[in-house]
């Protein structure tokens, strides 16, 4: 949450930043800001997208060889001009942005009313600012000194960057639990929230580690922790195209992620699944799959989207390994003091692999002696760094707020884990093994043949997008499925939604069912297929819209519907990859319709860094 870029080196830092900012706007869009120095520190900062900003900006002189820059989600404090970041010190000559939640700021600003300083925002960052600004006042030290002496104290979560008048030529940040990349360019530096920022100009970066403080100059990068210590800095080679994050001929990045699939489920499937041999090979799990294989339980853990994936794995784990699985939503499992013994394997699921629930959640896990296995989209990420092993989806950059290929690149990496620990295990036949396998191998072409349902699908849309309520049900593997298709369309038309397994919608959703209400059913042929079809009788029988994702050729389904989408017969474990396309298409176009901005949704956030 929140988005952080800055810049020091020869080029106008001005329109890096601004560029950079917009594409961590998926981090958070209720202000934007940026400080530089021109003839003095100059703060510009505005309530909205980074567009508004840029508006207000046009025809300004705004020369500057360093800069700091920042996209904010509100946390403490309304979105407005004044809570927007970069922060002034109270004498003008520091500024700073900040990624992360200050937790004793009440405290710190306590202290700092009582010497007399001011404050002109609600937000917790003016507050650490000024509490830096205090320290380096009153001693005789650097501001370096003095960045490290506050940090000591404060409790929360951060990214910081200061920019200091009285030295126009050093940029100070510093990192704890937010995500910080510094691109290393020739005789320029690039600090920002993600590599996207930086790619177009450098492929070397540094992922800053939590405690440490980076006093960048254009041509030199130290690294120090609290204690004032030199570190080496770890320089990464960035394996990443500019292609990967720009909209490529299509209205928005969601629908370009949508339709990417096909080739973002191959790459994860690339290298892992070799059809014509027969195997599964998993190089980050390989050192761990005696445990798991030993496990006497696999705990899942994440949030959002990411949790679904756990829910469909739950389901596959269980039937194939017969290891018990628990899903747990990381900002339960963190504070609930949970169960977690030698012989448990944590599972972290996480697109941006920064949210702080889950990376949090992981920490207390792995105090606890267990091991973890990150199931991450964003390479070099936090999470991808803390667990012991794991693997990463490869369905490149998601930049849409809601997650849509991440998720099928969760549902592919968590199935080949369970088929091979399944087989290693001997709880999985080599029949089975091999069928499932030729399965998840035809998964990008059934993928592509469900993405061809678009125009049909933007017809339901047109019809249901002034519903004010939807309900979404399944069964079984299809029943998170059902889940995820009502978080979409929460997520991107605003219009309320629920997912419930089909039987249990009889125990009190059934009651909101009259002739405004559609129905989603994830109704392909599975196990409980039948039951899913009297599912769908009870609610025809009260007038309820129904509208149903169907395998092809089930023409007693189909008959049942108002509306019918189909897509191909797929084996149950391996079918909700491709049930979940129509969901994720569904709501598109009904946000679309809507007039809504897809791409970022009130509110959200792609990557939650504040608990
Ligand atoms: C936010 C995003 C969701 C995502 C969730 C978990 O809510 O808007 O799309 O599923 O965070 O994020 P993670 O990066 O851990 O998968």
Known sequence: MCGIVAYIGHREAYPVILKGLKRLEYRGYDSAGVALLNGGLKVYKKQGKVADLEETLVGKDLHSNIGIGHTRWATHGEPCDRNAHPHLSGNGKLSMIHNGIIENYVQIKKELVSKGYEFVSDTDTEVLLK?????????EGSLEEAVRIALKRVVGAYVIVLLDADNPDTLIAARKGSPLVIGIGKGEHFLASDASPIIEYTKEVVYVNDYEVAIIKKDELILKNLGNEKITPFITKLDLELAAIEKGGYDHFMLKEIFEQPSTI????????????GTITMSGIQQYADQLVNANRIIIIACGTSWHAGLVAEYIFE??????????????FRYRNPIVNKGDVIIAISQSGETADTLVAIESAKSNGAIILGVVNVVGSSIARTSHGGAYTHAGPEIGVASTKAFTGQLAVLTMMALKIGLMKGTLSEKRFIHLLNELNDVPEKVSAAL???EKIREIALKYQDAKDALYLGRGYNFPIALEGALKLKEISYIHAEGYPAAEMKHGPIALVDENLPVVFVATKDSFHEKVLSNMQEIKARKGKVIAVVSEGDDAADALADDTIIVPYA?????????????????????????????????????????
Request: charged share 25%.
């Open 131 to 139: 509490f830096i600004e205090d320290i380096h006042l009153n001693n």
């Open 266 to 277: 191959f790459d994860c499937l690339r290298g892992r699944l070799d059809a014509h041999n």
């Open 319 to 332: 039937e194939v390994t017969r290891i018990p699985v628990e899903v747990e939503y990381a900002s339960e």
């Open 452 to 454: 061809l349902q678009h």
């Open 571 to 611: 084996d149950e474990l391996i079918a909700p990859m491709i049930n979940v396309i129509p969901m994720q298409l569904l709501a598109y176009y009904i946000g679309v319709a809507k007039g809504f901005d897809v791409d970022k949704p009130r509110n959200l956030a792609k990557s939650v860094t504040v608990e």
